[in-house]
């Protein structure tokens, strides 16, 4: 009698394309399917101090489906081809994180003004353009972001970014956006990413190269500058690093468009959010008032609708096998969420954590107060993170620090630019593993809103029958259906 596969057997066996959409390259089943497929993401637990424990790994830490969308070879062949500090253990990253903190002179706020400011003006000095009034404004979001995106990081933009090169940024937003891979939209641009990956790197590098040899005009004002200047493309930021990281950002920076849709959403005069509206017009009559505090009252503003919007829904981790399932050894592809809306809303961080209110953050502890004196006064005998201070290369009296619970900040000449670093502000993740692009990210909203309130714009939702549906972020489509007036 012909006996039936054993489990483990059936593990092995590799999936039969015939069942699948015969539209679907059997490559990308076998790639992308059935890693989809044998992976299980866990909800795990909200922290009480603002840190992630190591065994809950940074290394390889995405949905393995995602990794033909990176790698050629459908998984991570870091040594050719690359790698991201997203997708690192941090006992790999160099003394103290180096790559992290590479990463961030980058990011540092002193930088905002003098090199990015301009850029980001610029396109949104385009979004809201007269003509786009009264019209599904996520449409114009997307006609200008490449520019500022491939502006900010390498200084190209317009007609010298070619066609293929926005295509591949179309379709990573795309697969992101719908994301479930047995999509046929999602299969074909996944395929559309892998074709023109190569290209891509090597436009990529050859920008990189303009910029090393000094032949790119105001090249300080690009993403790259920095990370070549203070990795010295040396082993924790290899050429090959600076490449990946430049195309890998597509995840990171798919999530202003996420951010800006529900922004708008709730500073719409009718079906808005009233707390937010009041709380904005207030705000924007003394913006840049501290009121004595580490934060702006826009700041403050700003950072609550980043804990409300929360616009990352959780850190993502990988967890370690320690036994396999019985007979097989074999358990699936795990990984495991620190969810992010329910920390930003944990009762125990905050006495009114549901309602809208950016003063909460006078109050809160910044990674500058996260110090040794702070770890002993809580219970602990030391600090989860030596403190430690990393100077940049680049010329500039900036050093990169760290809280005891390893979120890293800026000082800029002396003085401390810190983040809020308490377990209930999460939208930016947590610990040695808190977002390197935050201070970008949170002048890019500020930004957004001071022009919205410059040019007396609002927002309205539009009666269309049939909105244009669009990806703005991981695992996020919206209705096109919000515009603007002015006056
Ligand atoms: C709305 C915008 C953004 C949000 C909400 C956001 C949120 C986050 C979160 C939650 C993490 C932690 C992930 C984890 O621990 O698993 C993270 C990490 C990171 N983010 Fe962002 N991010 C944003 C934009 C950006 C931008 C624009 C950049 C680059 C300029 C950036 C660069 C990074 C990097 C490099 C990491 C990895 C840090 C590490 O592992 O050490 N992010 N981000």
New binding site residues.
Partial sequence: MIEPPNIAEQQQRAPDTRMMPPSFDPDYVHGVIREFLKTAIYQGETPLLPM?DFALS?EA?IPPHIFGMLYDSWKPDTDKEGL???L?AYGD?GEH?E??RI??S??TPDLYLPMYSGKVQHFLDRLFDKAHREKPLMHFYFEEYFDLYWD?HLGVKGRDVPADVRQIGKSFMAVLGYWYPTLQIVHDNYMQVRQLRQKLKDWIDRHMQDIIDGRMKNSEKT?VHYWVKNGELGPNFRRQDVVF?CFH?FL??S??G??IYNIMLRLQQTGGDKAVRTWFEKTMKQPDETDQNAFTRLDRFVMEL?RTI???A????VLNVREGAFGTGYTGNSGMI?P?PESSRNPIHWKNPNEFDPDRYIQAVTSEQNDHARSKAMGLEKCPFEQHKWPVKDGRKVEIANSSFGA?YPRLDGKASPICDEAGY?????G???????F??VS??KDFLRKVWADKISFKKLSLEEPALLPVGPLTVVPDNIGFHQG
């Fill in positions: 992630i940074k830490a991201s500090v997203f690192q990253r994180n790559r992290k990463y961030f980058a990011q900010l993403m990281e950002n990171a920076f999530q202003w996420n951010t980043f929360s616009p990352n959780g850190s993502y981790s620190t992010h890293v999460a939208p930016f993740g947590f040695y593993r808190r977002c390197a692009g935050e970008l990210t890019f909203i």
